[in-house]
């Protein structure tokens, strides 16, 4: 079965830029969404179709996937992002999700 | 706004069923894919199943394939999961969560607040 496989963890300091990477065979073919959920709290997508944001998500989150990563970048990183992070995509209709990575603002 | 509230969680004995509700509201339901997805305590999102917006097209899991079947009632605007043969391995949080759009594509765009199933002697 398809596997995409996130680092467990990435730390920045506020005001800088984190990149949260997803790996997979082939995932530039694929369309990628990120999806941030904070303790205790239902995720939220972020990026969708690679590098879409949804309504509401602030212009620092973008995302970009080519050849077998997909990135995650958010600039000018906040305290309020910290969160864990995952990726999906689909493969043969079935939704696959990365282990998810702990992003620490410190 | 868009609501999805789970219900029908609890604590079940290893070998028993339970069966979790979804209550959609704030949007044309028929029109879009549903999908559950689990969360176990300390762990990552786990896939569930998916039905699509008519209904006829449902693919699950690895882990749940034979156990558990995903419905729905367009009628009521309600998304059911029958959870078979229950095992300690499938307690988590589970979460109703509504497609992108009315297929096989696009993100789980919006997620239901989860109900908890314990499944535990």
């Known amino acids: 079965s398809y596997e995409l496989t996130q680092p467990p963890s990435v730390s920045v300091s506020p005001g800088q830029t984190a990149v949260i990477t997803c790996s997979g065979e082939?995932?530039?073919?694929?369309?990628v969404c990120w999806y941030q959920q904070r303790p205790g709290q239902s995720p939220v997508v972020v990026i969708y179709?690679?590098?879409k944001r949804p309504s509401g998500i602030p212009e620092r989150f973008s995302g970009s996937n080519s050849g077998n990563t997909a990135t995650l970048t958010i600039s000018g990183t906040q305290a309020t992002d910290e969160a864990d992070y995952y990726c999906?995509?689909?493969?043969?209709?079935?939704?696959?999700f990365g282990g998810g990575t702990k992003l620490a603002v410190l | 706004q868009v609501q999805l509230v789970e219900s029908g969680g609890g604590v079940v004995q290893p070998g028993r069923s339970l069966r979790l509700s979804c209550a959609a509201s704030?949007?044309?339901?028929?029109?879009?894919?549903m999908h559950w997805v689990r969360q176990a305590p300390g762990r990552g999102l786990d896939w569930v199943a998916v039905?699509?917006?008519?209904?006829?097209?449902?693919y699950y899991g690895d882990s749940v394939r034979g156990r558990f079947t995903i419905s729905r009632d367009n009628s009521k605007n309600t998304l059911f999961l029958q959870m078979n043969n229950l095992r300690v391995e499938d307690t988590a949080v589970y979460y109703c969560?509504?497609?992108?759009?009315?297929?096989?594509?696009?993100?789980?765009?919006?997620w239901g607040q989860g109900t908890a199933v314990i499944v535990s002697s």
């Open positions: 704030g949007f044309t339901f028929s029109s879009y894919s």
């Open positions: 179709e690679d590098e």
């Open positions: 969560a509504r497609g992108q759009n009315s297929g096989t594509t696009g993100s789980v765009a919006i």
């Open positions: 082939k995932l530039g073919n694929k369309y």
């Open positions: 999906q995509a689909w493969d043969n209709s079935h939704v696959v």
């Open positions: 039905v699509t917006y008519h209904g006829s097209d449902i």
